[in-house]
């Protein structure tokens, strides 16, 4: 994965190269093994407002059970690095103050990079090509505009009062520590975060049926999609034969294959 990066980065002429994966929060120990200097941005969210913004992507899931849960993983994963990684190697940043306040928070985002601040970071959408991936996908359609200052606090007018419930019950955790403030009430109920398995299979069900809704909907407008599609079986091919090769070395050492 990395090597990938490190062709492209020398190949345009880079210094250095990012990866803005949210899954990367997962990788943490393997990437310092392999760059012991890199630096990580805790880019995080109010978990309602992605909720909102999950149902229309393909790249969530879209129940905002699914969608706290998994928010709440990666969040106990960034807080616990955040007290653990050194300052000059972590940095928490808020979508919120981001948009609100666009150019101090990406000079102290250079600052934290050791970058040279330039005013173009705050036209990133005036390029071409934030114009052509905008063209490319509707997830995407967000990087051919400039920051989005009423892009917050959504779920007020957006969500139920019952899923704005349940998101706080399942995150209330890293609600309180990241200082998100609760709209249903200052505690929220604990037994929604724990739904029995009739509840769990109908959050399951209505997960599938947006699925389904939102994938009909690229496959008709988005101009990326027989791409992606032909990367998610790439992606599975490779995993197949991943696991494959390590039952063939499996047995090779147990001495069932010659």
């Known amino acids: 994965y990395a090597a990938v990066h490190e062709l492209y980065r020398r190949q345009r002429g880079k210094a250095r190269w990012g990866c803005k994966s949210t899954f990367m929060i997962h990788e943490v120990a393997a990437v310092l093994t392999a760059f ?36 709440t993983i990666e969040q106990e994963k960034a807080l616990d690095l955040e007290a653990t990684l050194t300052p000059a190697s972590f940095l928490r940043l808020h979508y ?23 005013p173009g970071m705050l036209s990133f959408f005036d390029t071409d090509e934030a114009r052509r991936s905008a063209s490319l996908c509707g997830d995407w359609r967000n990087t051919g505009r400039g920051f989005m200052q009423d892009n917050a ?21 890293p609600m309180r520590a990241l200082g998100y403030p609760f709209w249903s009430g200052s505690s ?18 209505e997960d599938y049926r947006q699925k389904a809704q939102v994938e009909w909907a690229s496959f ?14 790439f992606l599975a091919w490779l995993r197949a034969r991943g696991r494959w090769n ?12 010659r």
């Open 36 to 71: 012991p200097n890199a630096q990580f941005i805790h880019l995080v969210r109010d978990p309602r407002d992605v909720a909102v913004s999950a149902r229309r992507s393909v790249f969530n899931h879209f129940h905002p059970y699914f969608v706290a849960r998994l928010w």
């Open 96 to 118: 919120e103050d981001l948009i609100a306040e666009p150019e101090a928070r990406i000079r102290a985002l250079c600052e934290f990079l050791g970058e040279e601040f330039e």
């Open 153 to 173: 606090r959504k779920f007020v007018r957006e969500l139920k009062p019952g899923e704005i419930a349940l998101i706080e019950a399942v995150g209330e955790k």
């Open 188 to 205: 929220p109920r604990p037994d929604l975060a724990r739904p029995d398995s009739l509840r769990m299979l109908g959050y399951l069900l």
């Open 220 to 233: 008709r407008r988005d101009r990326n999609y027989r791409l992606r599609v032909r990367k998610w079986a």
């Open 246 to 257: 390590r039952v063939v070395a499996a047995c090779r050492a147990s001495g069932g294959l």
